[in-house]
């Protein structure tokens, strides 16, 4: 089984900053990807950002230039670093693993930005 536990969420400013973690656990290969979504109160669950073991990265358009998706391999841990927030922001956010063409996913850890 997989396993994922996401951590730092909570209240932010408009223009202030929130980091948040997930680490994976269990058995899975190196090869896959992980990522970020999020979903507001009456909205679907939307992409935020993903990684590939290899380093590369994708961002939905409305976080470019804001969020900054990382990994650390040897820990299985993905982390977004949110810059700039602002109330739009708002959601509740899932850590996601892509691999062996099957989808994982984290409990959600709430994001609330004030402004």
């Known amino acids: 089984q997989v396993q994922l536990v996401e951590s730092g969420g909570g209240l932010g400013q408009a223009g202030g900053s929130l980091r948040l973690s997930c680490a994976a656990s269990g058995t899975f290969s190196r090869f896959n990807r992980m990522g970020w979504y999020r979903q507001a109160p009456g909205k679907q669950r939307d992409l935020v950002a993903t990684a590939t073991y290899g380093g590369s990265t994708n961002y939905e358009d409305s976080v470019k230039g804001r969020f900054t998706i990382s990994r650390d391999n040897a820990k299985d841990t993905v982390y977004l670093q949110m810059n700039s927030l602002k109330p739009e922001d708002t959601a509740v956010y899932y850590c996601?693993?892509?691999?062996?063409?099957?989808?994982?996913w984290g409990q959600g850890t709430q994001v609330t930005v004030s402004s």
């Open positions: 996601n693993l892509f691999v062996a063409t099957r989808d994982y």
